[in-house]
T-cell receptor, first 115, second 117 residues
Framework: GAVVSQHPSRVICKSGTSVKIECRSL??????MFWYRQFPKQSLMLMAT?????????EQGVEKDKFLINHASLTLSTLTVTSAHPEDSSFYIC???????????FGQGTRLTVV | AQKITQTQPGMFVQEKEAVTLDCTYD???????LFWYKQPSSGEMIFLIY??????QNATEGRYSLNFQKARKSANLVISASQLGDSAMYFC??????????????FGKGTSLLVTP
């Protein structure tokens, strides 16, 4: 069964509004979750590492004030795209793993379209 | 510098034939893991196979096998007996134990595989 649940799977929003994406660990407590972004026909790029109970770590070039990450519990991380613009339209996907061992588990992904 | 290189943007294979998807990697970390994921048009990431840097034998999972050549830093995916449902994007990825990004994966650009009848 699914280890990671991500919602919503698809969202269309107006430019200037904010969108929240949830990533839940269903099978184990995850102190760390990862958020990736994938533009059409491109690879997955790490945006940030979400750490339970502390601030997220953002990759170079990712605006932390635009992409707010909250990891308030061991089973839930949220990514909020604030004041979304059309260039933020992308596929966002979360991931977690069991302390670096074996398979990395991915959510179903969220396809964001900003109009 | 690119850590994962997939040199084949697109590949064709006939149904029931075998196909090899290439992947080379670059790391100085002695402890790392190599992954292959399949991404159909729906976007979900489907785990196929994993190879640890200290694993002595090549990983196999059903029709998938990983040709791990450590000295060449190569981790090619072999799909045997291709099926129409295998048509998708395939990503090679690496996790380095000493990465500043923790256990995040570093992905290649992907290979689009099309299986023809």
């Amino acid at each position: 069964g699914a280890v990671v649940s991500q919602h919503p799977s698809r969202v269309i929003c107006k430019s200037g509004t904010s969108v929240k994406i949830e990533c839940r660990s269903l099978d184990f407590q995850a102190t760390t979750m990862f958020w990736y972004r994938q533009f059409p026909k491109q690879s997955l790029m790490l945006m940030a590492t979400s750490n339970e109970g502390s601030k997220a770590t953002y990759e170079q070039g990712v605006e932390k004030d635009k992409f707010l990450i909250n990891h308030a519990s061991l089973t839930l991380s949220t990514l909020t795209v604030t004041s979304a613009h059309p260039e933020d339209s992308s596929f966002y996907i979360c991931s977690l793993d069991r302390n670096g061992q074996g398979e990395a588990f991915f959510g179903q992904g969220t396809r964001l379209t900003v109009v | 510098a690119q850590k994962i290189t997939q040199t084949q943007p697109g590949m064709f294979v006939q149904e029931k034939e075998a196909v090899t998807l290439d992947c080379t990697y670059d790391t100085s970390d002695p402890s790392y893991g190599l992954f292959w994921y399949k991404q159909p048009s729906s976007g979900e990431m489907i785990f196929l196979i994993y190879q640890g840097s200290y694993d002595q034998q090549n990983a196999t999972e059903g029709r998938y096998s990983l040709n791990f050549q450590k000295a060449r830093k190569s981790a090619n995916l072999v799909i045997s007996a291709s099926q129409l449902g295998d048509s998708a994007m395939y990503f090679c990825a690496m996790r380095e134990a000493g990465s500043v990004s923790g256990y995040a994966l570093n992905f290649g650009k992907g290979t689009s595989l099309l299986v023809t009848p």
